[in-house]
């Protein structure tokens, strides 16, 4: 077992960013975990995708399933079906990643989910397989929250681990554990929609300062006590813009 943890959550295409975090990563002392939402709205999710894939089958590191891997594959699935909402959410940026740019007005749902399948086999079988939460210590590590009207909490629906929101963040944490979590962007959980530093409440720490929206992207690396360093990297593409 690792000494540290250094987590990483909701890049979001942001491919520069990914890279400025990784620089600090040390994979003799740290255990690398990605807490989901690696694609969709930012330009580079094939990068992104990519390199947390490398991450994962070299290094050891933990990649977790998110809302946005969620949304992806459900497309793939049922292409007609989820197409509007996909891209309503951010998936046009990531369908056009992995093709070329103009292909979601090139080509039906239907054709660009096939071509994808056909094209990224590997990557799909692997995004696929992706865990809902690690544990470490005293920590869980999961995308959304988890269930905590649970006696166990791993007893969690899958649903929740990716997509639960107000319940886990106003609920109290009786799990003995601290939950680092992203989904919910930081300005939001500190009721401004501004500050994007880590939101820490009853044992919860929320990590993702809405990189894709203007804000940050943090890399935060954990011991057994507490948090040992939070490295935070602002978009200096564009002012705050929050859309969703």
């Not at 979001?12 to 807490?35: A, K, N, R, T």
């Not at 959410?89 to 054709?111: D, R």
């Amino acid at each position: 077992m690792k000494k540290y943890v250094y987590a990483i959550s909701d890049i979001h295409g942001e491919y520069e960013l990914f890279e400025e975090l990784i620089q600090y990563y040390d994979p003799s002392i740290h255990q690398l975990v990605l807490i989901g939402d690696l694609n969709d709205r930012g330009s580079k999710t094939k990068d992104c995708f990519l390199l947390g894939k490398k991450l994962v089958e070299e290094q050891g590191a933990i990649y977790l399933r998110g809302n946005h891997e969620e949304y992806f594959l459900q497309f793939l699935n049922r292409p007609e079906d989820w197409f509007t909402s996909y891209v309503y959410n951010g998936g046009k940026e990531t369908m056009e990643s992995l093709l070329h740019k103009g292909a979601t007005e090139e080509y039906s749902p239907t054709e660009i989910a096939l071509m994808i399948r056909t094209k990224y086999k590997d990557l799909i079988t692997f995004l696929t397989e992706r865990p809902l939460y690690f544990e470490w210590e005293n920590y869980i590590f999961v995308h959304a929250g988890v269930d905590l009207t649970k006696k166990d909490w791993h007893k969690t629906s899958p649903h929740d681990f990716i997509w639960i929101r107000e319940p886990f963040h106003q609920g109290k944490n009786q799990t003995g554990k601290k939950i680092v979590f992203g989904h919910t962007i930081t300005p939001m959980l500190h009721g401004d929609m501004e500050t994007t530093d880590l939101w820490l409440s009853d044992n919860k720490i929320g990590i993702d300062g809405g990189a894709v929206f203007g804000g940050s992207v943090h890399g935060v690396i954990f011991d057994k006590k507490g948090i040992v360093q939070d490295i935070e990297y602002q978009n200096m593409k564009g002012p705050w813009q929050p859309s969703f």
